[in-house]
């Protein structure tokens, strides 16, 4: 039998997410130097810059963490599980696990895939390595295009 490759997944973001995000961030730098954005927008703006792919929403992957969607951070080593929801900045609420886009938690899950690992900073300490091990809710998924 033949070996198999397996290729990570191509870098993708919603084209939605990537308008929004884009204004929600210049709207925050409003003629402020671009060196003083903080490190999570920085890492936002990496991140839709960088996508190899921009899809409507309608064909984001289901495996594609995008804005408002709900996911299962893993911590192997640890055996650890935290659910968080990716939201806009207005909406942030940790006590309910509600994390900012433009938080250092939000910065380090969105556009990460299923499997995907992200170092994840939670309380007073940062753990290497959670795992992205499912995506129970993604708006894009419920057919929810507008969310």
């Known amino acids: 039998m033949p070996a198999t490759f397996h290729r990570k997944p191509v870098?993708?973001?919603?084209?939605?997410?990537?308008?929004?995000?884009?204004?929600?961030?210049?709207?925050?730098?409003?003629?402020?130097?671009?060196?003083?954005?903080?490190?999570?927008?920085?890492?936002?703006?990496?991140?839709?810059h960088s996508a190899e792919l921009v899809v409507p929403p309608e064909d984001v992957p289901r495996d594609l963490v995008t804005m408002n969607s709900t996911v299962i951070l893993v911590d192997p080593l640890a055996c650890e599980q935290w659910e968080v929801t990716l939201v806009?900045?207005?909406?942030?609420?940790?006590?309910?696990?509600?994390?900012?886009?433009?938080?250092p938690v939000g910065s380090a899950v969105f556009g990460l895939r299923v499997y995907d690992a992200a170092d994840v900073r939670r309380g007073d300490r940062t753990t290497e390595g959670w795992v992205v091990a499912d995506i129970p809710f993604q708006p894009e998924m419920r057919g929810w295009t507008t969310l």
């Open 11 to 48: 870098s993708c973001v919603s084209a939605l997410d990537k308008r929004r995000l884009e204004s929600l961030i210049a709207r925050r730098m409003d003629g402020q130097c671009a060196l003083t954005l903080n490190p999570s927008a920085e890492k936002v703006l990496r991140r839709l």
């Open 88 to 103: 806009y900045p207005e909406d942030h609420e940790p006590e309910r696990n509600y994390w900012s886009i433009l938080s």
